[in-house]
């Protein structure tokens, strides 16, 4: 493993605890038990987990470093007024949905530059539960715009998404 290599896996798990942060928030009001927010939380839990796995495997001592209290705490403080503006805005859906993008280009980009297979393959596993996961916050985010029925076009894409995220192999 290289230096840049640890700098992208740090990265990845840092956008990932920072979503599962505002996923836990956001999920906090929610009265169902397998919300979408909760379901979101436990797989950025995951991603982070692989990315810390990956880095406390490191020989270097320096490179097996965890998230400190303080990004913690820094990332519960930056959620906490996100989700509060979500929520005033009646937005929680499309909020969450933006930063599970974030997390996804993230996962996407260390997946795509990583010679590791069992970390590509781990990956690519979080990577089709990111692609459901979107799929029902888009359709969550467009239920909370009061949208009644979907375009033809974003129909379409859904339905791509969603065959794409059933298909049981990776593609190359």
């Not at 490191?58 to 906490?80: I, K, W």
Request: charged fraction near 25%; charge should be positive.
């Amino acid at each position: 493993m290289i230096d840049a290599e640890v700098l992208r896996l740090r990265k990845l798990r840092n956008v990932a605890l920072r979503a599962r942060a505002l996923a836990k928030i956001l999920d906090s009001d929610s009265a169902q038990e397998r919300s979408i927010f909760a379901r979101s939380a436990v797989t950025c839990w995951t991603i982070a987990r692989v990315a810390s796995g990956r880095l406390k495997a490191h020989p270097y001592p320096s490179y097996q470093r965890g998230p400190s209290p303080l990004r913690e705490l820094a990332d519960n403080a930056v959620a906490s007024l996100v989700a509060l503006n979500a929520r005033r805005q009646n937005r929680c859906s499309d909020i969450y949905a933006q930063e599970l993008q974030i997390v996804a280009r993230e996962v996407d980009d260390v997946r795509a530059l990583t010679w590791s297979p069992d970390l590509s393959d781990a990956l690519g596993r979080m990577q089709i539960h990111m692609r459901r996961l979107a799929h029902e916050l888009n359709l969550g985010a467009l239920g909370e715009a009061g949208a009644s029925m979907l375009p033809a076009e974003t129909s379409s894409a859904l339905d791509e998404i969603a065959a794409d995220s059933s298909w049981p192999y990776l593609a190359i």
